[in-house]
């Protein structure tokens, strides 16, 4: 051990002792089966060379972070330095990757697949803690609203009324929210992209997720598998679903059994807004700092990763309680 990291540690007990949420959430899972996934991005193996990269679990570590306080890439490189908990929850390590690195490796996690590969080892563990889905699983969809882009949106509309096309250049282009739309809900308009999620009935952990843009309808993104049951909203009424159940709720003129269905439903879905309500509102993810769908889906899904490890401790302290 570094007389550096001897000090870190010192210095760290007194902010664990004052409760540290992050120390937690870092002992919920085994992180040694992420290394080997996230060591397939990087090329700098012995026949080609290379710079010695990134430790694979600050890798994944440091994206958590981010999703956890809503930062960008450069405030996560200065955090990361800067506060002692986020030290503790990479594992002190000697060197933290600087906001470009972080952004690099964000796009080969979506380019190879691994990001997907992240979340199944994810649930993989779920499963193995005894979390499986048994009772059925609740879907629903909220929106992850996106930089209009005042100027280009202006422009647009200026263009549209002379009937000439918007001309930009190069670099604009590449600057371009290109997968964003609009969509309107309850007479608000809203712009960028939308996110389905999957959670299941007992435990409320995240399952199964989707992105897309925001123009396109709930009910046509269907998470469910064969031998599940699925509860959704009055959106999915009429929608046929892979689930052996069809846990949708009704719409229209309906009969008093039907309306105590609807009920019965409501009750047992309930619980699928609260990931939206804490990651809106305790994280603070309710805007998407990213463009191009890929990016946006990467970076969700970490915000889903982290989810689950904030879930995980809240049931674990709940088991303390009744355990007391």
């Known amino acids: 051990m570094s007389f550096n990291r001897f000090i870190l540690e010192e210095q760290y007990k007194k902010v664990k002792g004052l409760g540290d949420r ?12 992420f290394i080997p996934l996230v060591k397939g991005v990087f090329h ?10 990134t430790d694979e679990l600050v890798v994944v570590r440091s994206m958590l972070l981010q999703a956890w306080y809503n930062l960008s890439d450069p405030e996560l490189e200065f955090q990361c330095h800067d506060r002692l908990s986020f030290r503790n929850f990479l594992g002190f390590p000697e060197q933290i990757p600087d906001f470009t690195t972080i952004w690099k ?3 080969r996690l979506e380019e190879t697949g691994v990001d997907k590969q992240i979340w199944d080892e994810l649930q993989h563990q779920l499963d193995v803690k005894g979390f499986e889905i048994k009772k059925g699983t609740i879907q629903d969809a909220s ?4 930089d209009l882009g005042k100027k280009r949106y202006s422009k647009e509309k200026k263009t549209r009324k002379k009937g000439e096309p918007a001309e930009y250049t190069e670099k604009q282009l590449q600057h371009m ?5 609009f969509s309107v809900k309850h007479g608000q308009v809203h712009y960028g992209y ?4 999957k959670l299941d009935v007992d435990q409320h952990l995240i399952r199964d997720f989707d992105v897309t843009t925001a123009s396109v309808h709930d009910s046509d993104i269907d998470l469910a598998k064969s031998d599940e049951v699925i509860y959704r909203d009055k959106a999915f009424t009429g929608k046929q679903t892979k689930a052996k159940g069809n846990g949708s709720m009704k719409r229209g003129i309906l009969t008093p059994h039907e309306i105590l269905r609807n009920k019965r439903i409501c009750r047992k879905r309930a619980p699928g807004e609260r990931p939206f309500s804490v990651i809106k509102r305790v994280f603070k993810g309710d805007r998407t700092q990213v463009k191009i769908l890929g990016r946006v889906r990467v970076k969700e899904m970490f915000k889903y990763f982290a989810y689950d490890l904030y879930q995980l401790v809240t049931l674990e302290r709940k088991r303390l309680a009744v355990a007391r």
Not at 44 to 53: L, M, Q, S, V, Y
């Open 143 to 146: 929106f992850i609203e996106a």
């Open 44 to 53: 700098d193996d012995k026949e080609t060379g290379g710079r010695p990269h």
């Open 105 to 107: 490796i964000r796009d």
């Open 177 to 181: 929210d290109k997968d964003g739309s």
């Open 194 to 197: 939308k996110s389905i999620i």
């Open 22 to 33: 992050l120390e937690l959430m870092k002992q919920q899972i085994d992180w040694k089966p």
